[in-house]
């Protein structure tokens, strides 16, 4: 949510930031403007009148002591009292869409971000990248070849956008993970295990909802008066953390990952390069969360885009750190770099990592709070970035690190995963051999 302050004294630039993003506000501004008015105009004659009536009140026990006749005053306040609570039914209505309103409102774009979409966006640097000397496969047919990952088996338990790991696939896929998240504790971030079903109020902090509400995934909870949503990332829970809580500025930095599947309930377009899991209705993904102060906010994002840039360069792929234009950010988010991995047989570049600062926006709808030193209570900053979601660092592997014979090498960050293996080939089987718990590591 917005800081009203912000939007009463800047409302010109408040409007131009805005539509920077490629949305015009300026009806919906005026409006917000229009009932802040109201209300505070509102607020200040029913504050008035119950300072009168909780004074008069007081007075009458005395008046009627000295034998005075109160039936005059009585009568006033009860007309006052009638007027305080028409005026209380109407601030009711201002506030409700005012408050609809303001939640309602994306977050300001940082004025250093390029105005427009996609085309606005700006490539910071590139790295690395294998060179290869024979015609190479994409990832579908050599996950399918190598048993990495059963699509058919996949889309016929839960249809378009569903996938299986199996095998030496399903190590795969854990092995990133586990790397992802040794990563992180060793930097010093606590890991937390989520819930992977939401309230709505996790929606609300995150800046989710109510716009975006119809683009998760429902449960009907059987009549408790909850609704729950399947989580879209773990941000949507790690936001809620500490919602409606005061932190002590010493306890700042709060530095949290958490391992989640994502469920997605708008998948994509399913272009004819992008089959396989390059989009998915379900893809696993571990995230890096910060809560911050405002002078410490700019420190914490550089920290997360390098992290995140890190891991992928651990990995040897070939990738690129992009700065997003203001209307290619998601609505709660004030920046975003993105860290986009080479997919050699699309000929592009795929975003495997969003790295956002939402400021202050998504700490006012949740009342994250800290306590500064001198006493003051302020918001804290909220970041996040995927470090990393594994459905296109999975592909990227597979191709960029596929050789002339059909296997794959395993990059060297993961084989301590995967006990030693160097390749996965087509003849590989997993084998259960209970020797293996007291090998040295490095015998398959």
């Not at 119950?50 to 039936?71: L, R």
């Not at 080939?425 to 090998?439: G, P, Q, T, W």
Request: net charge negative; glycine share 8%; with cysteine.
């Amino acid at each position: 949510m917005l800081d009203i302050k912000i939007i009463r004294e800047n409302t010109d630039e408040v409007k131009q930031r805005l539509k920077n993003r490629l949305i015009d506000c300026d009806v919906q501004i005026d409006r917000i403007l229009e009932l802040d008015t109201q209300r505070r105009d509102l607020i200040f004659k029913t504050e008035s009148a119950k300072s009168e009536q909780n004074k008069v009140s007081k007075e009458i026990p005395q008046m009627k002591k000295e034998g005075k006749d109160t039936s005059e005053i009585i009568s006033k306040m009860n007309s006052l009292k009638e007027e305080i609570k028409e005026q209380d039914n109407q601030l009711r209505g201002i506030e409700d869409e005012y408050t609809e309103l303001m939640l309602s409102l994306p977050n300001l774009p940082d004025p250093d971000l390029a105005a427009g979409g996609k085309e606005g966006n700006q490539a910071m640097c590139y790295f690395g990248g294998r060179t290869h000397d024979f015609e190479m496969k994409n990832h579908v047919d050599l996950c399918t070849e190598l048993g990495l990952i059963d699509y058919e088996r996949g889309a016929k338990l839960s249809g378009n956008g569903f996938w299986l790991y199996r095998g030496m696939g399903a190590r795969l896929e854990w092995a990133l993970i586990n790397y992802f998240i040794e990563n992180h504790e060793m930097d010093g971030y606590e890991i937390v295990m989520v819930p992977h079903m939401l309230g709505y109020d996790c929606g609300l902090t995150a800046g989710q909802f109510p716009k975006f509400k119809d683009e998760v995934y429902w449960i009907d909870d059987g009549g408790d008066n909850q609704k729950h949503f399947l989580l879209p990332t773990a941000e949507t829970a790690l936001a809620s953390l500490h919602r409606d809580e005061i932190l002590n500025e010493s306890d700042l930095p709060k530095k949290y990952i958490s391992y989640t599947p994502c469920y997605r309930k708008e998948a994509g377009s399913y272009r004819a390069e992008e089959r396989g899991m390059i989009r998915g209705h379900q893809f696993n993904k571990v995230e890096m969360f910060q809560l911050t102060t405002p002078e410490n906010s700019k420190k914490a994002f550089d920290e997360l885009v390098t992290r995140a840039e890190s891991l992928v360069k651990e990995l040897g792929l070939k990738f690129r750190t992009v700065k997003l234009a203001a209307g290619d950010c998601s609505a709660s988010m004030a920046r975003t770099y993105d860290i986009e991995v080479y997919i050699p047989s699309m000929g592009g570049y795929k975003e495997v990592s969003s790295v956002s600062n939402a400021r202050d926006y998504q700490a006012r709808r949740g009342q994250i709070r800290y306590r500064r030193e001198d006493g003051k209570i302020d918001y804290c900053h909220t970041l996040n970035g995927s470090g990393l979601a594994t459905s296109r660092i999975f592909p990227a592997i597979v191709e960029q690190y596929q050789l002339a014979d059909g296997s794959i090498e395993v990059p060297k960050v993961l084989r301590k995963y995967l006990r030693g293996r160097e390749r996965i080939k087509k003849e590989d089987k997993l084998r259960v051999n209970i020797k293996s718990a007291f090998s040295c590591g490095t015998c398959e």
